[in-house]
């Protein structure tokens, strides 16, 4: 594994709006994973190993100095006082934490009179746990059906272990919300998500501010065809044009999303179930 580690400077700051994790997608401390999920449209553009910036001091003074100017109205869905930055949309942070100073970046937040970190993950990792970041660091825990996610997150943590790690993570003093993300249509997924959704209510008992994001199925052509040469399992789930149509990204890569006629009725059918299940949990946006 620690061939596929490489230590680089990051030389671009670019700071680009988001409005949906967060209101910015801070520069990455991080590019590649791990993991290796079937819909993950990272691994199309780095199928292995991860980059590794070395100069982490750099990013965060282009984050502070981002901050300083940053004009967003507040109260917003991302935050209800603080300026949120996704500090790991190109990697899994709390998987590759022993290769980042990533006590020195959540020290960073949590001192941050104006910014808050956010990340999503698919690892529990019990080392975070020993820093108190005072809310000013959220994780996302990225969950699905243990049926689907067995097949597409391989090596991932088991979905009731990301479920658990809800409150224990509160209660060390982290943000925690949940990323629904992608969610998968198949001929009994109500089914599937109403088994997750009741565990989701027996097993968070502090159910105050965990809030969540929803986010439908998108798949990449590129790494359709990726996952079918090297035989990467569950593109019946992930591929099925009956029910999707064409969607070129802002990339210029050609995806397939669900039809908006269906989809449109999928997402009443998921907020109606989440709804008589986990109201308590408010959903930040949904697509």
């Given at each position: 594994?620690?061939?596929?580690?490489?230590?680089l400077?990051?030389?671009?700051?670019l700071?680009?709006?988001?409005?949906?994790?967060?209101?910015?997608?801070?520069?990455?401390?991080g590019?590649?994973?791990?993991?290796?999920?079937?819909?993950?449209?990272?691994?199309?553009?780095?199928?292995?190993?991860?980059?590794?910036?070395?100069?982490?001091?750099?990013?965060?003074?282009?984050i502070?100095?981002?901050?300083?100017?940053a004009?967003?109205?507040?109260?917003?869905?991302?935050?209800?006082?603080?300026?949120?930055?996704?500090?790991?949309?190109?990697?899994?942070?709390?998987?590759?934490?022993?290769?980042?100073?990533?006590?020195?970046?959540?020290?960073?937040?949590?001192?941050?009179?104006?910014?808050?970190?956010?990340?999503?993950t698919?690892?529990?990792?019990p080392?975070?746990?020993?820093f108190?970041?005072?809310?000013?660091?959220?994780?996302?825990?990225?969950?699905?059906?243990?049926?689907?996610?067995t097949?597409?997150?391989?090596?991932?943590?088991k979905?009731i272990?990301?479920?658990?790690?809800?409150?224990?993570?509160?209660?060390?003093?982290?943000?925690?919300?949940i990323?629904?993300?992608?969610?998968?249509?198949?001929?009994?997924?109500l089914d599937?998500?109403?088994i997750?959704?009741?565990?989701?209510?027996?097993?968070?008992?502090?159910?105050?501010?965990?809030?969540?994001?929803?986010?439908?199925?998108?798949?990449?052509?590129?790494?359709?065809?990726?996952?079918?040469?090297?035989?990467?399992p569950?593109?019946?789930?992930?591929?099925?044009?009956?029910?999707q149509?064409?969607?070129?990204?802002?990339?210029?890569?050609?995806?397939?999303?669900?039809?908006?006629?269906?989809?449109?009725?999928?997402?009443?059918?998921?907020?109606?179930?989440?709804?008589?299940?986990?109201?308590?949990?408010?959903?930040?946006?949904?697509?």
């Open positions: 594994m620690e061939s596929l580690i490489q230590f400077p990051r030389k671009s700051m700071i680009r709006d988001n409005g949906r994790s967060a209101d910015y997608m801070a520069p990455a401390f590019y590649g994973c791990m993991y290796n999920c079937s819909y993950c449209t990272l691994k199309r553009h780095k199928p292995t190993g991860v980059l590794v910036a070395t100069n982490t001091f750099d990013i965060l003074t282009a502070n100095n981002h901050s300083m100017f004009t967003v109205d507040k109260p917003n869905q991302t935050h209800e006082k603080y300026i949120t930055y996704d500090i790991a949309y190109n990697d899994d942070l709390s998987l590759h934490t022993k290769y980042y100073e990533w006590e020195s970046i959540f020290t960073f937040f949590k001192n941050h009179d104006k910014a808050m970190a956010t990340f999503a698919k690892y529990v990792n080392k975070l746990l020993s108190n970041p005072e809310r000013k660091v959220r994780i996302r825990f990225s969950l699905m059906p243990q049926k689907y996610s097949i597409l997150e391989p090596n991932t943590s979905i272990d990301r479920i658990k790690a809800i409150d224990m993570f509160k209660k060390a003093g982290y943000d925690v919300h990323n629904f993300s992608p969610v998968i249509v198949t001929d009994n997924w599937e998500y109403r997750l959704f009741k565990n989701i209510n027996k097993l968070v008992t502090d159910k105050d501010d965990v809030h969540s994001e929803v986010i439908f199925l998108t798949h990449n052509k590129n790494k359709h065809d990726y996952n079918i040469a090297n035989n990467i569950g593109e019946d789930l992930l591929w099925n044009p009956d029910i149509e064409d969607k070129v990204s802002q990339c210029g890569g050609l995806n397939l999303r669900y039809k908006v006629r269906y989809k449109t009725k999928w997402i009443n059918q998921f907020k109606e179930l989440h709804n008589e299940l986990i109201s308590w949990n408010t959903i930040r946006y949904i697509f």
